[in-house]
């Protein structure tokens, strides 16, 4: 059983940055398509950004092209992603999955981690 586990999340104004990390002690993330989901309250969970397993391409939902980057670290067996110019409405519960066939999305996934909240405001 793969655990993944989030950090990073927390309070940061409008227009600032926070990274989140994805690690998962004991399993090689490399052999697993990554994604970040986010669930904001009231709101059904919606993929964020997502990176290949075999290529390293990358997804971004619309909303947060031009501000977030995922990334892998595989010397550190960490996923990152990286928001820039947060706004209001990402706030949400934020969440790595990964899937060995390298899907990304909410139903394909095989792994999940426990979340991590991201709360914009002034």
């Known amino acids: 059983q793969v655990q993944l586990v989030e950090s990073g999340g927390g309070l940061v104004q409008p227009g600032g940055s926070l990274r989140l990390s994805c690690a998962a002690p004991g399993f090689r993330l490399d052999y697993y398509a990554i994604g970040w989901f986010r669930q904001a309250p009231g709101k059904e969970r919606e993929g964020v950004s997502c990176?290949?397993?075999?290529?390293?391409?990358?997804y971004y939902t619309d909303s947060v092209k031009g501000r977030f980057t995922i990334s892998r670290d595989n010397a550190k067996n960490t996923v990152y992603l990286q928001m820039n110019s947060l706004k209001p409405e990402d706030t949400a519960v934020y969440y790595c999955a990964a899937d060995f066939d390298n899907h990304c999305s909410v139903q394909g996934m095989d792994y999940w981690g426990k979340g991590t909240l991201v709360t914009v405001s002034s």
């Open positions: 990176i290949s397993k075999s290529d390293g391409s990358t």
